[in-house]
């Protein structure tokens, strides 16, 4: 209850002010109390001198009516002759008289004579009164008498002796002790104590009542309060030998108190109305203070939920209005701070693109918010631009995320309504919906033409810009955004290394790559184990009809696995960097090789696979120098076969060391021509000696009319560049004789002879027969 500002502060002010105004109202009530007291006690004091006087008038009175009686003559003969009819008679009449006081006569011996009431008889127990009356005349005494406070008078009765007394007992409560009530102005209460002090005492403080009952003269007279009462006690003087008797007047504080009852209420009808209007007024005042404090209160629990609500200061003083203005900018604060974040997480830095975090947030929604069953499958292209690393050495860092942005730009106008984001620095995700995979892949097909029909403008530039795509769609290759993401980029890694355009994501490579680190392990040890080794196949010279060269192939035999392919190994050692043990254990086994050609006469050319990656390694001339120089080979007798992507990447360095290269005097050769990219004016500028025609064209040469075409005009182009032309992949006869004639410069092939050890290459040379396989040119 009291966790509510507003009641803490009402009750805070009904406590203030009744800690104020309680404290004024004891103070008057007790001023007022101690007023009535000592009217009281004045008016007790004066009524008990009253009383005293009271008293004497009484006795007076009694005093005469008793002498008269003692002088009448026929009550005095009546007397002397003890005649107690006529004694007694003359009592009652009396009696009737003074109002019901008892009247008795006693006869000299001290006895009661007569009574008037006819209740006594024997001695009359008061001798001593008896005896001043003799002697002084009426007398009047306070005296118990029959255990009763009373006041007797006492009239000597003379005939001409002493034949009696008359005597007057009248209670004294029922005489002056009445006449005192009827007096006084306070309604007083007149009581008589016959037995000693005690009862008089009771309530009475006990120090004072110790002290009142050791010292029977200080018993004056004492006036004290009890039980709700102020009393004044009197001690009475009495006859010495009755017990002594006081007077208590008791007059109720109360009674005296009522007058003041209209004062007493306006007071608290004061208090009470001054408290209501006090609790409302703080109560008002406070809620109004709690109202904006509590809509803050509000707007801090909703901005907790992610509402940025703003709080309006409707009440509130000036203190309010500037902290819910002061609230509101940090909210708004806090809200674009957000929105900042926000957008930095889901957007590239680099092009203000979506990213990936964003991509798939959106595709999480589509799959989500997709109809289940048959209907549009959602899709996504990761689609990489071709020679990005050229293209950005070329136009500069800045320039390419600008590339991107247009490419992006390009992508959603194609097909506005799908999500474009960037996936990695050279590709592109773009998440779209399709009916079937024969439908995305067509989507695709068709960006990738609108791509290669107009450059895409740089500035100044106009840039060429091809896409490799990889697909994956949800369901049939990923359950979720993050699988489909994945997914797509693996199928662009598997176009990119199948050098097609564009490709699905294929389950079985990815299921092959799971398998790809143990199998690097694997190899790092087989390395050391000695379980390579390296094949020859023999390079045919076409023009002097004899085996001129051999190409070194790698070979792995694993223990378990038995012959693993290099396809296979390969380009896992790429990745990793063991390719640089690798090629550096492939150059000096070949130069070793080559020697041992060299002592049993066949001084063969040798040929080693070269890698991107060594070729981008600054030291890699240097080490090829130095390794001929050790086995103490010819330069010229090594070629050094390059696949033109491995010279495009990083091509600054590239250029660099195939510079050294050729500077060396070492033969470098152009492998797989025809499956990259490479322009003819980019070959131009390579410092190159020799261009080796893929075997995917060699291969169906003596059956397909364009492959037959596309050879011979590479052969031209070839020679045209001042280059010798090698073909590989010849299987056939009628393939040979072909290349002959089209006067290409050496051929190689499973026709001439199979990948196989030096010691069957070296086997097969010294045979009488050389190489039964000859070209026809060279046969007629
Ligand atoms: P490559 O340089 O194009 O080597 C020629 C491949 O074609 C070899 O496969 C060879 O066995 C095969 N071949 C030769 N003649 C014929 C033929 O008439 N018909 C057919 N169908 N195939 C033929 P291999 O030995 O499996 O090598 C595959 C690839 O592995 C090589 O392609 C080369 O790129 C790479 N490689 C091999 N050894 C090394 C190496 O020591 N270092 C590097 N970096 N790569 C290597
Ligand atoms: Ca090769
Ligand atoms: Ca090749």
Known sequence: MFRRLSTRISTLYTVLFLAVFAPAVLLVYLVILGEVKTTIRDELAANGGVFDRL?????DQLKQSADVLSRDFGFREALATRDRATVESALMNLTGRIGGTRALVVGPDGDVIADASGVSDGGFPYPDILRDAEDTGATAEVAVLDGVPQLIVASPVFAPTLQGWTVFAEPLADGAARELAGLAPI????????????????????????????????????????????VLIKSLDVSDSSPPVTLSLNYPIAASLARYRHLAAAVIGFALAGMGALMTGSWLLSAGVTRPIRALADAVARIQAGDYVQVEAKGGGEEVR???????AMVEGINSRERRITHLALHDPDTGLANRAALQRHLTDMIEGAAPGPGERIYLAAAGVDRFATIRAAIGHGQAGVLMREVARKLEGLRPGDFVARLSSSALGVAFRAPDAAAAAAIVA?????????????????????????????????????????????????????????????????????????????????????????????????????????????????????????????????????????????????????????????????AVNISA???????????????????????????????????????????????????????????????????????????VHELKIDKSFVLNLSKDKND?????????????????????????????????????DYAQGFHIGRPTTQDAVIKSLASPEPMRLRPRRAAS
């Open 708 to 744: 037959a075409v596309l050879v011979r005009s590479t052969i031209d182009l070839g020679h045209n560049l001042g280059l010798k032309v090698v073909a590989e992949g010849v299987e056939d006869q009628a393939s040979l004789e072909l290349l002959a004639l089209f006067g290409c």
């Open 187 to 230: 309604a007083l209460r007149a009581q008589f104590q016959a037995d000693g002090m005690a009862g008089v005492m009771h309530g009475i403080p006990n120090s004072r009542a110790l002290r009142l009952l050791n010292d029977r003269t200080a018993l004056a007279e004492f006036v004290g309060e009890r039980g709700g009462e102020l």
């Open 55 to 59: 008293l004497d008038a009484r006795a």
């Open 446 to 606: 068709q960006a990738r033409t609108a791509f290669e029909r107009d450059p895409i403008a740089i500035g100044s530039n106009a840039v060429d810009i091809h896409l490799t795509v990889g697909l994956a769609g949800c369901p049939e290759h990923a359950e979720n955004a993050l699988q489909l993401v994945e997914r797509a980029q693996i199928a662009l890694d598997q176009a990119r290394a199948a050098t097609a355009g564009a490709a699905s994501f294929d389950p079985e490579s990815e299921r092959a790559t799971a398998g790809n680190l143990a199998l690097l392990s694997e190899l790092r040890r087989g390395l050391e184990l000695g379980e390579v080794a390296l094949a020859h196949q023999p390079k045919l010279d076409l023009r002097k009809g004899e085996v001129t060269g051999v190409e070194c192939l790698l070979r792995w035999i694993h223990p378990v696995r038995g012959p693993v392919a290099p396809d296979a190994f390969i380009p896992l050692a790429e990745e990793t960097g063991l390719i640089g043990a690798l090629t550096e254990w492939v150059l000096a086994r070949a130069l070793d090789d080559q020697r041992r050609y060299a002592k049993a006469g066949h001084d063969l050319r040798i």
């Open 613 to 687: 990656r060594s070729l981008a390694n600054p030291g890699f001339a240097d080490l090829v120098a130095s390794l001929l120089r050790s086995r103490n080979v010819e330069p010229e007798r090594l070629t050094l076969e390059i696949t033109e992507t491995a010279a495009m990447e990083r091509p600054d360095v590239a250029f660099a060391t195939l510079e050294k290269l050729q500077r060396l005097g070492v033969i470098l050769s152009i492998d797989d021509y025809g499956t990259g990219l490479s322009s003819l004016a980019y070959l131009k500028r390579l410092p």
């Open 322 to 328: 500037g902290l819910a203005d002061g609230f509101n």
